[in-house]
């Protein structure tokens, strides 16, 4: 089987044209949607991804409190420009983009973010909504990878869903959405992760395979059964002396090998990477909505 390739840029620049619709409408009402923005040190991933939702926050009309400081920066002066955000009401969602240098504690920084701020959905409150099922901000990612399987037309409920990788951002949070008894949820959840004895016995049993474990050619086509849908969340460098900048942006799967056996298939980059910018504006402006009293 020659799989679909799951187009998330076109998803999103739908998603985003609808939203657009909506920041327009707001506005007539005196609603404009804030979101802060908090980049520490010289990443060169980080700084794009920032860049990248900046432009994007620009094009839909959020307005957008950029925030670039230095590597050195203590944990005292980010919690700071955190508690200054909290207390803006022009800011409805603030963003801190991970990780964070080694001096500083990532949680402590996360858990000063107003619950009702937190768009990334990662404060340790919004964590445990999301887990009994409560209404809560989705973290980003995670949220976008269910509006593409569900856009695509992927089956969920009572599916197999195989998550290879059990990070904070991705893989806890889209297995504990997914296991939900609710719409576009209610799937049999198996998380693998580097703890995991023989990956491939459980990823074979996939109907559903998201991968999120930060390494190239984590899942190869003998892992896989024929008609899996797969969502890979990978953004890895890989060098290529063939492009310009001596690298291009590989994903966690074996694209080519697997494209052959699976039904759907998302591609790096052009897969989630565009849907994660459109849901943190997506719950941005639900944040500026829900401050307004018209959500
Ligand atoms: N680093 C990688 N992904 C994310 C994300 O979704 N939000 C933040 N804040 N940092 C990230």
Redesign the pocket.
């Known amino acids: 089987m020659a799989a679909t390739i799951i187009d998330g840029k076109q998803v999103a620049a739908d998603m985003r044209a609808e939203l657009k619709t909506e920041v327009t409408r707001l506005a007539a009402d005196g609603i404009v949607p804030g979101l802060g923005v908090i980049l520490v040190g010289e990443d060169p991933a980080s700084q794009s991804?920032v860049s990248a939702k900046e432009k994007a926050c620009e094009e839909a009309g959020i307005y957008s409190d950029d925030n670039r400081l230095p590597a050195d920066t203590t944990q005292e002066q980010l919690v700071a420009l955190v508690e200054q955000m909290n207390n803006d009401p022009k800011i409805h969602g603030i963003?801190?983009?991970?990780p964070l240098p080694k001096h500083i504690d990532e949680s402590a920084v996360i858990g000063t973010i107003r619950p009702e701020k937190d768009v990334?959905g990662f404060t340790p409150g919004n964590v445990g909504r999301l887990v009994i099922g409560e209404a809560c901000f989705l973290?980003?990612?995670p949220h976008g990878v269910v509006q593409l399987l569900a856009r695509s037309g992927v089956e969920i409920s009572g599916s197999h869903v195989v998550v290879v990788g059990r990070s904070n951002?991705v893989g806890k949070p889209i297995a504990n959405m997914l296991l939900q008894k609710k719409e576009n949820a209610n799937a049999t959840v198996t998380i693998c992760h580097t703890g995991t004895k023989d990956m491939a016995s459980f990823t074979r049993q996939a109907d559903i395979l998201i991968v999120a474990a930060g390494w190239p050619n984590t899942v190869t086509p003998d892992m896989v059964k024929e008609g899996v849908a797969v969502i890979d969340v990978g953004v890895n460098r890989v060098e290529d002396a063939s492009r310009k900048r001596g690298y291009r942006l590989v994903g966690d799967v074996d694209f080519e090998g697997l494209k052959e056996k699976a039904s759907v298939i998302t591609p790096v980059p052009g897969g989630v990477g565009p849907m994660?910018i459109t849901m943190l504006m997506v719950n941005t402006v639900e944040s500026a909505k829900r401050h307004a009293g018209v959500a």
């Open positions: 991804y963003l801190v983009q991970l990334d973290p980003c990612t951002i994660t």
